[in-house]
């Protein structure tokens, strides 16, 4: 465990964010592309609220396939910092460490997605016979609870990309008593971004921007230029952030990696 409080943590994650961007341009502007490109495929087969005529059935399985394909995407890139910033690596393989990594990170994702199913079906069959118009409150409920799951196991991301073992009590103990400070130092540290966010959202309210008028392919360009900005952003703050969270209160965790 490296000692620190939680703004250094922070200003850690925003020196580490900025580092990345210096030296590995390359890598980050191929996610850029490759997260556009396939979020492009992605809009294009989304049907849109309003009359016209849907998407083809080929262009919506298209959809689907980009969008689990830019997930992979968003998951490398996340890695590729985890071990930049833990390992400073710089020029490696596409697949570090014969894609074992990697491979970790989707089952870990995957038994989140599960996890999250799992819990919605049961508070579902719980709740809803006495609850029968309460879906706002059901989804507070399983929100809430995947919030405190999701980030008392967080550790475990960056803990898998650099090869640790698929430990999910160590991630649960390290995490211990730490929630609120995992929580906030990954808020703070993505804050510019999301301050960012609400107001280009609000600008493209004020200028009248709905998604009847979002239907050209200039429009859809525009949009996955936009969307691949900010999620890849995103992907590199909170990435480093939990980098730096790794680093603060990794214990068992950290006994077990290996390079």
């Keep these: 465990m490296q000692q620190m409080t939680f703004m250094e943590c922070v200003k850690r994650a925003w020196r580490s964010a900025w580092d990345v961007l210096t030296h590995r341009p390359a890598l980050v502007l191929g996610a850029l592309v490759a997260y556009a490109a396939l979020g492009w495929l992605g809009l294009a087969g989304r049907p849109v609220p309003g009359e016209g005529d849907l998407p083809s059935a080929g262009l919506v399985f298209a959809a689907n396939l980009a969008s689990i394909l830019n997930a992979l995407v968003y998951i490398g890139f996340s890695l590729k ?41 049961a508070l579902w069959l719980v709740l809803r016979p006495r609850h029968e118009n309460g879906v ?10 995947w919030v405190f799951i999701g980030v008392r196991l967080s550790l475990l991301y960056p803990s898998l990309a650099i090869g640790g073992r698929f430990a999910l009590g160590a991630a649960w103990r390290d995490s211990r008593g730490h ?44 949009l996955a230029i936009g969307q691949s900005v900010v999620n890849i952003a995103f992907a590199l703050l909170t990435s480093t952030a939990l980098a730096w969270l790794y680093r603060r209160y990794a214990n068992e965790l950290a006994s077990g990696a290996a390079r």
């Excluded at 706002?136 to 609870?145: H, N, P, R, T």
Aim: charged letters at 10%; proline letters at 5%.
């Design 136 to 145: 706002a409150f059901l989804s507070l409920i399983v929100g809430a609870i």
């Design 81 to 121: 910092v985890y071990r930049f910033v833990l390992l400073d690596e710089r020029t490696t393989p596409l697949m570090a460490a014969e894609a074992k990594p990697m491979a970790r990170i989707v089952g870990l994702s995957l038994v989140m997605v599960l996890a999250l199913a799992g819990i919605t079906l």
């Design 179 to 222: 929630f609120w400070n995992v929580l906030g130092v990954s808020c703070v540290t993505a804050l510019p971004l999301i301050a960012c966010g609400v107001v280009a959202l609000i600008g493209l309210g004020i200028a009248g921007v709905t998604p009847e008028t979002v239907r050209t392919p200039a429009w859809f360009t525009v």
